[in-house]
């Protein structure tokens, strides 16, 4: 089954500007996509589309077999978010806001509180549980953020950079969770510029670049292509294979120095 669908997306802000051009992206369930593109593509004009934050000009979103309309939010209820600039009530604490969204989702006190707890402990913000929000650094608040995301235990995880600012330590085991969740069933939308990340956690990529699709396929093939010494068209990353398609002159870019050096 698509835990995700995205049918003919479109989106134009002032001026002109086109964000989405018919947009066409499908998440196996159960699986975690890379969604990657250069600064601008359209990253994060779709994902705030799926979040209900903005609205489309046209298309269809789909999640777990159902449309998704404009005016639809209970919806949410299956879904985690950490989006590419949060928002916080930094005035609270991380367990106040973690009690908070816990309520938010109906979750009752004393399991709340059982989850709150075991967050804090996994994502080594035990020390600063009573620091208001607004003293964390970046890495912490993405932690915070995180927590927030799965702590209903979501049947699809909508994440916009979340390892940006994180500690070696605690990003791994982040990433080794997120794999353990997808065992069980839950789908990823991975957001990331980390190319190095993307090729070593998710199960397929998708490439956009002016607001569509340019390249999409599954890691497993990807990565024969890669040991395919034989033939003609190899890469040596996946990092080449992004440069290749987002770029109109892919040599003239690859070859850029500055003058001086």
Avoid at 69 to 93: A, S
Avoid at 144 to 150: D, E, K
Avoid at 230 to 250: A, D
Wanted: hydrophobic fraction near 40%.
């Amino acid at each position: 089954m698509k835990a995700i669908e995205l049918v003919g997306l479109r989106k134009s802000y002032a001026k002109g500007v086109t964000a989405l051009d018919g947009l066409e992206l499908s998440v196996e369930q159960g699986s975690i996509l890379g969604f990657v593109g250069p600064n601008g593509a359209g990253k994060s004009t779709t994902i705030n589309i799926i979040a209900g934050l903005i609205r489309k000009d046209a298309g269809e979103v789909r999640l777990l077999g159902g449309k998704i309309e404009p005016t639809d939010f209970d919806y949410k209820r299956n879904i985690g978010f950490v989006l590419e600039t949060p928002r916080y009530i930094e005035k609270l604490t991380a367990r106040e806001y973690l009690r908070f969204a816990a309520s938010m989702y109906g979750i009752n006190d004393q399991e709340a509180e059982e989850r709150i707890d075991e967050l804090l402990g996994f994502l080594n913000l035990e020390g600063k549980k009573k620091d208001r929000i607004e003293s964390y650094s970046a890495g912490m608040k993405k932690k915070v953020s995180l927590a927030a995301a799965i702590i209903h235990r979501p049947k699809i995880l909508v994440l916009d950079e979340p390892l940006e600012a994180i500690d070696p330590v605690s990003a791994k085991i982040i990433k080794d969770n997120l794999r353990l969740m997808v065992q069980q069933g839950v789908t990823v939308l991975l957001s990331s510029h980390v190319l190095d990340t993307v090729e070593k956690l998710c199960d397929e990529i998708a490439i956009i670049n002016k607001g569509k699709i340019v390249f999409q396929s599954k890691m497993e093939e990807i990565k024969a292509k890669l040991k395919d010494q034989l033939g003609q068209e190899t890469y040596s990353s996946l990092e080449e294979i992004f440069v290749e398609v987002v770029t109109e002159n892919s040599d003239a870019n690859q070859n850029k120095k500055l003058s001086w050096l």
